[in-house]
Structure formats: structure tokens, C-alpha cells
């Protein structure tokens, strides 16, 4: 008897992992739900203006960030926070609470099956990789292979799901997505039409441009946004010892933004980051290199991939520093259809 409940009390379980997985709609609740506790349907439509379009997004602000929206005064804020927490479970919950909820997490193939062994599955949904290394070290081929491999169903181990791209570099080319996307048996026009791409200038234009994006995410099925640099604009605009403080500080807003995106929809973010000279990188290294954006970035970058160059057309990865993955490295290939498993 008791054998018999246990096998069904699995199967329920089984059913609840699978509903959570399938019912896209849980993952983020719309900040549309307000209206039936009561809040203004003005005040809401200020809030979407601001780019808070979820009750778990509204949940990430401060109250000081909130009052600073135009005609929100602190008593509306006040209101607002307690009717978001009466929606949406920001609090305490169990461990076995947290592994259900990690069931939601898609992993997209990179295009290399040794590349996806190292990171336990391909790059993950609720986190930020990074990857950093010299230029042609494949961190942009990268990015352009995720592009296509995203938008694969999750049975070939896509995220079947749009891309976005926002571009401080210049390096985002389109007709690369093609033989991409022919290599992988889908149709290249298709394809371009699910991925939106914009070009950031300034440090704040690729802030505002995270800024928007939620309202695109919260009506469309987004899986990967990639920011190729994030720190290129931030060594432009801020110059010298003097402004490296502020620099840090609007560094940190922006990774806290990519976070929180990652989180409140799913997503997976995936970032490239350039590399400084380190000279008392030690005595016994040849070309001792390090990552740029300091500490803070560090902190904030879930999963750090090292990339460099092999010989031809080869590439390294290296797991720098991951949560849940142990250090080690793989060789992947960059070929005219993307990332591939290198060839001997």
C-alpha cells in the first residue's frame, strides 16, 4: 500500500514539474494584475512608461527608484509594493521549492557537444555567462552561433525562443547567421526575423536599451540576450583614474539590469568582455592578461568562460569561475556553420 502511494505521490510530483515547465505563463506575472487590487490603471501605464511591465520587475526596484517616476508619489508606491507582494512570493521558500523552480531552466547548445559538456548542458536560461579573451579568440563567433541555436526547438536542445542583440562593437554581421542556419536545417529569413539587433553608441544608450527591452520580452517568447561588449563603451566614455569610480558604479547598474532581465523572463544572457594587460600578472606567465571591468564585473557574471586562441582554426575554453561547474577547458572549432567539436 505504501509502495503504491509513494509511486503515486512521484508521479503527482512528476506532473507538478511538468505543469511548472509548460505553463510559460508563471514564470512572471503582468503588471496588468494590479488593476484588480486596486491600483489605478494611470499609475500602471507609468510604470510600463518607466520599463516595469512585470510584478516580479516592480519587485526589483527600490521605493526611491519608484517615487523618482513622474506622478508617483511615495504613498502610490506604498500601495503599489504591497498589492506586487500580495501577487508575487518574494520571500522565504525550501530548498526543494528552489530545485523545482531551477526545472524551469533551459540550457542552449553552443553547436559543440565538448563545449556543452563543459558547461553541464549549453548556456544556461537565469544567468549571465561571460565570456572573455583576446580578439579572434570566438567569443563574437560565439554570439552569432547562440543567435541560431536559440531558436531551436527544445527537443534539439534550443530554447525556442527570439535573440536579442545589442552590438558596442560593430561586429554583428547577418549574413553570417545564414550558413549558420542552414547548418542546423532552418531557414535563414526566418530566422533574422527573430532576432532584434541595435547598435549602442554610448554607455547610456546601451543602458536605455536594456530599459526597453522589457517591454518587448513580456510579450514576446525571448530566450538570449547577448550584449557584445558590455565593457567597450565604459572604456570609451569614462577616462583616466579620476571618473574610474563612477565608471565601476554605472558598470554595476548595468550588470544589475542584466540580471534582473535574465530572472524576471527566463532568459539567458550572454556577454563578451574584453581583456587588460597585467603586468604583475606573474613572472612565470608569457603573456599574462586579465579580464576587464575589475571586481564588479566578477561578481555579477554567473559563469565565466576564458577563451583563446589554439592553432588554425581552433579555439580553448576554459570554466573560469561557475557556481555548480568544475574547472576544466575543451577545444572547439569555428567553422563557416558556426561553433563546432574541433577536428583532429
Same mark, same amino acid.
Given at each position: 500500500? %505504501? *509502495?503504491? %502511494?509513494?509511486?503515486?505521490? =512521484? ?41 516595469i ?5 516592480l ?10 517616476? +513622474?506622478?508617483?508619489?511615495?504613498a ?7 498589492? *506586487? ?7 522565504y521558500?525550501t530548498?526543494?521549492? #528552489? %530545485? ?18 563543459l ?12 565570456? @572573455?579573451?583576446? @580578439?579572434r579568440?570566438? +567569443?563574437? =563567433? ?13 527537443? !534539439? ?10 552590438d558596442?562593437?560593430?561586429? @554583428? ?10 547548418? @542546423? ?41 547577448i ?21 565601476? =558604479?554605472?558598470? *554595476?547598474? !548595468? ?15 550572454? !556577454? ?5 594587460a ?14 576587464a ?6 561578481? #555579477? #557574471?554567473?559563469?565565466r568562460?576564458?577563451?583563446? +586562441? ?22 572547439? =572549432? ?8 574541433a577536428?583532429?
Open positions: 500500500m %505504501l *509502495a503504491t %502511494l509513494k509511486a503515486e505521490d =512521484q508521479n503527482q510530483l512528476q506532473l507538478v514539474e511538468r505543469e511548472d515547465i509548460d505553463d510559460e505563463e508563471d514564470l512572471f506575472e503582468a503588471i496588468d494584475k494590479l488593476i484588480a487590487q486596486g491600483i489605478n490603471a494611470g499609475d500602471i501605464k507609468k510604470l510600463q512608461d518607466a520599463g511591465y512585470t510584478c516580479n520587475g519587485m526589483m526596484h527600490t521605493k526611491k527608484n519608484l517615487t523618482g517616476i +513622474k506622478g508617483l508619489s511615495e502610490k508606491v506604498d500601495k503599489i509594493c504591497e498589492a *506586487a507582494e500580495k501577487i508575487v512570493n518574494f520571500g521558500i530548498g526543494s521549492d #528552489a %530545485l523545482l523552480r531551477r526545472k524551469a531552466v533551459i540550457r542552449i547548445t553552443t553547436g559543440s557537444q565538448a563545449l556543452d559538456e558547461l553541464g548542458g549549453g548556456i544556461e536560461t537565469l544567468a549571465i555567462t561571460e565570456a @572573455f579573451g583576446e @580578439f579568440s570566438g +567569443k563574437t =563567433q560565439l554570439a552569432h552561433t547562440l543567435c541560431v541555436s536559440t531558436q531551436l526547438p527544445t527537443s !534539439m536542445r534550443g530554447g525556442n525562443g527570439k535573440v536579442a542583440y545589442i558596442t562593437e560593430g561586429t @554583428f554581421r547577418p549574413d553570417r547567421i545564414v550558413p549558420i542556419a542552414e547548418r @542546423f536545417g532552418m531557414d535563414p529569413g526566418a530566422v533574422l526575423d527573430n532576432i532584434i539587433y541595435a547598435r549602442a553608441y554610448t554607455y547610456e544608450h546601451q543602458y536605455n536599451l536594456l530599459l526597453g527591452l522589457a517591454a518587448k520580452m513580456s510579450e514576446e517568447p525571448f530566450r538570449l540576450l550584449v557584445d561588449s558590455v565593457i567597450a563603451l565604459f572604456r570609451v566614455d569614462f577616462t583616466g583614474r579620476g571618473e574610474l569610480a563612477e565608471r565601476q =558604479q554605472k558598470l *554595476a547598474q !548595468m550588470l544589475s539590469r542584466l540580471i534582473k532581465i535574465a530572472e524576471e523572463f527566463n532568459v539567458a544572457v550572454y !556577454m563578451t568582455n574584453q581583456v587588460i597585467d603586468p604583475g600578472g606573474g613572472v612565470f606567465i608569457s603573456d599574462p592578461k586579465k579580464p571591468g575589475g571586481h564588479v564585473l566578477a561578481h #555579477a #557574471a554567473t559563469i568562460l576564458m577563451f583563446r +586562441k589554439g592553432k588554425g582554426e581552433q579555439r580553448i575554453c576554459k570554466v573560469f569561475d561557475a557556481p555548480n561547474l568544475p574547472e576544466a577547458e575543451h577545444v572547439f =572549432q569555428i567553422t563557416p556553420g558556426g561553433i563546432a567539436d577536428k583532429d
